[in-house]
C-alpha cells in the first residue's frame, strides 16, 4: 500500500470511457484492462509492458455519475474520519462522505476551498 501522504492512484471519469480509453492508449501509450462493473467495464490503464496499472478510466455511471470529467487524485490517509472532519472544519467540502471499497480501504471525495477535488483513501487495516 502507499504511505501516507503519497498518491496511491489517479482516476478519469468520462460519460465515454472507451474512447478516452483508446485516446490514450495511443497517445501515452498505455494498454487497457477491463474492470467489469456489471452491464459495463472501467478501464484499468498499465504502461507499455507493466502488469501494475497506473491509472483508471471510468464511465459516468452508478457511484460515478456526478464526478467531474477530470483527473481524479486519490491521497493516501491514516484516518478518514479524521481527515474528512478537518476537510469540514478547513472550509472544504464533502461530496461523497466515506464508503467501504472492500479490500482496497474506505474512500471519501472532497472538494477543498479552491474547488478542486480530491480522493481520500485509508488503506485497510491489517
Same mark, same amino acid.
Given at each position: 500500500?502507499?504511505?501516507?501522504?503519497?498518491?496511491?492512484?489517479?482516476?478519469?471519469?468520462? &460519460?465515454?470511457?472507451?474512447?478516452?480509453?483508446?485516446?490514450? #492508449? @495511443?497517445?501515452?501509450?498505455?494498454?487497457?484492462?477491463?474492470?467489469?462493473?456489471? @452491464?459495463? &467495464?472501467?478501464?484499468?490503464?498499465?504502461?507499455?509492458?507493466?502488469?501494475?496499472?497506473? #491509472?483508471?478510466?471510468?464511465? #459516468?455511471?452508478?457511484?460515478? &455519475?456526478?464526478?467531474?470529467? $477530470?483527473?481524479?487524485?486519490?491521497?493516501?490517509?491514516?484516518? !478518514?474520519? $479524521?481527515?474528512? $472532519?478537518?476537510?469540514? @472544519?478547513?472550509?472544504?467540502?464533502? !461530496?461523497?462522505?466515506?464508503?467501504?471499497?472492500?479490500?482496497?480501504?474506505? !474512500?471519501?471525495?472532497?472538494?477543498?476551498?479552491?474547488? #478542486?477535488? &480530491?480522493?481520500?483513501?485509508?488503506?485497510?487495516?491489517?
Amino acid at each position: 500500500m502507499n504511505p501516507v501522504g503519497t498518491i496511491g492512484w489517479i482516476d478519469l471519469t468520462v &460519460a465515454d470511457a472507451t474512447s478516452l480509453r483508446d485516446f490514450y #492508449a @495511443d497517445v501515452a501509450g498505455w494498454t487497457p484492462a477491463d474492470v467489469p462493473m456489471g @452491464d459495463y &467495464a472501467d478501464y484499468c490503464m498499465h504502461p507499455p509492458g507493466d502488469a501494475k496499472p497506473v #491509472a483508471g478510466i471510468c464511465h #459516468a455511471r452508478g457511484p460515478n &455519475a456526478d464526478l467531474p470529467p $477530470q483527473w481524479l487524485i486519490y491521497i493516501t490517509v491514516a484516518d !478518514l474520519d $479524521q481527515s474528512v $472532519q478537518c476537510c469540514r @472544519d478547513k472550509g472544504g467540502k464533502v !461530496l461523497r462522505e466515506p464508503k467501504s471499497m472492500g479490500s482496497y480501504g474506505r !474512500l471519501a471525495v472532497i472538494c477543498d476551498p479552491a474547488g #478542486a477535488i &480530491a480522493a481520500l483513501l485509508e488503506p485497510p487495516k491489517k
